[in-house]
Structures are given as structure tokens and as C-alpha cells.
């Protein structure tokens, strides 16, 4: 078994980034080998898994639009070790700003740039169990090789009027890909996070949304908590930042929700969470937990070009 996941939603700031963070380390957690590829010029995901690794953007260009030669191009030039055991990375590049024209160029010839993302990670995917996208918001070209190379998609959307012209958006996006470029792509579904569960306003969102779109509505909330941003603060998944958590919980269910842990592994997961003797931190041991302060705000690990 192994899948690719990727995180989209045209709409920005509804947790794309904290969720396919979450989700790749609850993985890794639980025993599975992990790659994070991070689509999003703002390097969010990269900084959270990444910062202090001295890694390189990689060439989008190469990534998204031609068709590379073999595994080890993909290893030499694009994967890098994480911050976290079990989790490989593809950081995120400030180029990916510019990366749409690139490949809107490229599409006048050939159809088939959609699919090249696709095709590259086909060269290492055997090595990884799951593949976890994290992607930029709006419908544009990378998205759209970004919903190619995924097997099945998922979209965290907020408890607001505004996250639903996304949504039908997306789904018309898929079904077009599927159609036009061929590729096999599900649907997960979609879930509330950073929402007050209490609040009338999440409920009668959610009521809307299970009218109009029941089977698209996975039956998973995540809390709005301030843990979550004091996690990005210490560049810390919310396991390893606060293990114990309503909102660190609300993930874990997703996670087991989309049958993504096989029981041996949720064993494994059952170890972590168990008090003290069993898990340690999954943070390697050589990279100290940073927080921010005045003297490191703006100098974080990396090359970011
Ligand atoms: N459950 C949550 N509770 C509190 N804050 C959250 C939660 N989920 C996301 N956030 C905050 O909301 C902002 C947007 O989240 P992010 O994952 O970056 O969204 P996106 O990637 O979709 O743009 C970030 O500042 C993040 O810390
Ligand atoms: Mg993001």
C-alpha cells in the first residue's frame, strides 16, 4: 500500500499547511515512511519540518515540468532529510511564485505537463508508504499538477460563507483533470478545522454543509486551540508540541477516520501517546527545538534560494 495525499482548497489560511504537517508526522509517528513535498512559495510546511537543515530549493522547473531521468535525480537534487524521523522532504522554493508561467508555457505544447509532477514521484514512490502535498491556494496551474499527481485529495475548509464557492470550485477542477489528463484522483472529502465546536455559528455551517454535501463531509473536526499556533512558534508538530490535546487528538482521528493506520501501526501510535516510557520525541536529536525571539526572527535554517 502506498498514496499519495495532497492538501487543496482554493481558498487560503484554512489549514492546508498545518494539517498535511500534522498528518505526515502522525504517520511517520506510527511507523510509516514519509514524503512531504511542499508546493507553497511561503515554505510554511518546509520551515515547520525543515528549518535548520541547511537544505537547498530545489528546481521546480525540472519537478513540474520535464520528465526526470530516474530515482537518483529525484534524491540528488530534490529529497532531503527532515527534522523528523521517517520524514523525507521536497522544500517548498520561493520560485514557485513564478512557477505557473512556467508551466502555463509549457502547457501550449504538451498537454501532458500536468502530469509530469505525477510521473516523477512514480520513481521513488515505492520507497515511501505515503506521500503528503502541500499545496498553494487558488486554482492555478500548480495546483492543478499538485491534484494530478495526488491519489486521493483532501481540503480542510473553515466554519464561513466564504469557503464554499472553493469547494465547488474544487470539485469541478477534479472532475475535469480526471477527464482531460486521465489520471485516477478521489475525492477524501473535506473537514472543519479551526473551528469552535460550541459555537452556533460551526453548527449551522456544518448543518449546510451536511445537507448539501453529506458525502463529501468526513465526520472529523479540528479545534481551533492557540497550542496550534505556539507549535509553528517552536517549528514542532502538534505530537511532539503538545502530545496530549484536544486539537492534537481532533488530527489523530482524522488520521485513523480516512483508514490510513493499519493496526500494527496504530500500535506503534498507541506506544507514542502512551505516558512516558514508551515514544521519546520524534525530533532528531541533533537539531535543538528553536522558539522565536527578536534575535532569530527572520534568520531561519535553510537557503531559501
Ligand atoms: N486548529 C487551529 N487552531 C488555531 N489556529 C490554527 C488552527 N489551524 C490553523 N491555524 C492557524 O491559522 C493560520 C492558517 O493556517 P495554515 O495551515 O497556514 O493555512 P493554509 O495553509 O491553508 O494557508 C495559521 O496561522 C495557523 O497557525
Ligand atoms: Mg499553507
Not at 22 to 36: D, E, K, P, Q
Not at 268 to 290: F, T, V
Amino acid at each position: 500500500m502506498n498514496k499519495v495525499i495532497g492538501f487543496v482548497t482554493e481558498k487560503g489560511g484554512v489549514s492546508k499547511t498545518m494539517s498535511s504537517v500534522n498528518m505526515a508526522h502522525i504517520l511517520a509517528v506510527s511507523g510509516y515512511h514519509v514524503l512531504f513535498i511542499d508546493l507553497d512559495a511561503q515554505m510554511n510546511a518546509t520551515d515547520m519540518l525543515m528549518i535548520g537543515t541547511g537544505y537547498e530549493c530545489p528546481c521546480y522547473t525540472n519537478l513540474l515540468c520535464h520528465q526526470l531521468k530516474s530515482a537518483d535525480i529525484l534524491y540528488e537534487g530534490f529529497i532531503y532529510e527532515s527534522n523528523f524521523d521517517l520524514i523525507d522532504c521536497i522544500p517548498g522554493s520561493p520560485l514557485l511564485k513564478d512557477i505557473i508561467y512556467e508551466i502555463h508555457s509549457e502547457l501550449q505544447e504538451k498537454r501532458s505537463v500536468f502530469t509530469c509532477l505525477r510521473r516523477n514521484i512514480e520513481l521513488v514512490r515505492e520507497d515511501y508508504d505515503y506521500v503528503v502535498i502541500d499545496t498553494n491556494p487558488g486554482d492555478t496551474t500548480l495546483t492543478r499538477c499538485a491534484i494530478c499527481a495526488c491519489d486521493g485529495v483532501l481540503s480542510p475548509i473553515k466554519a464561513d460563507n466564504f469557503s464554499f464557492s472553493g469547494v465547488t470550485g474544487l470539485l469541478q477542477t477534479i472532475i475535469g483533470l480526471k477527464q482531460s489528463c486521465g489520471v485516477s484522483v478521489e475525492f477524501m472529502g473535506m473537514f472543519f478545522a479551526d473551528v469552535s465546536l460550541n459555537s452556533s455559528g460551526y453548527k449551522r455551517v456544518r448543518e449546510w454543509y451536511e445537507e448539501n454535501y453529506s458525502s463529501y463531509i468526513l465526520p472529523v473536526a479540528i479545534r481551533h486551540s492557540v497550542q496550534v499556533s505556539d507549535s509553528t512558534l517552536k517549528y514542532l508538530p502538534l505530537l511532539v508540541a503538545c502530545k496530549r490535546h484536544g486539537t492534537t487528538d481532533d488530527y489523530i482521528k482524522l488520521v485513523r477516520t480516512l483508514g490510513l493506520i493499519d493496526d500494527a501501526h496504530n500500535e506503534r501510535l498507541e506506544k507514542y501517546l502512551a505516558p512516558r516510557k514508551a515514544g521519546g520525541s520524534q525530533r532528531k536529536g541533533n537539531i535543538p527545538a528553536r522558539e522565536v525571539s527578536a534575535d532569530n526572527v527572520g534568520s531561519q535554517g535553510g537557503s531559501h534560494g
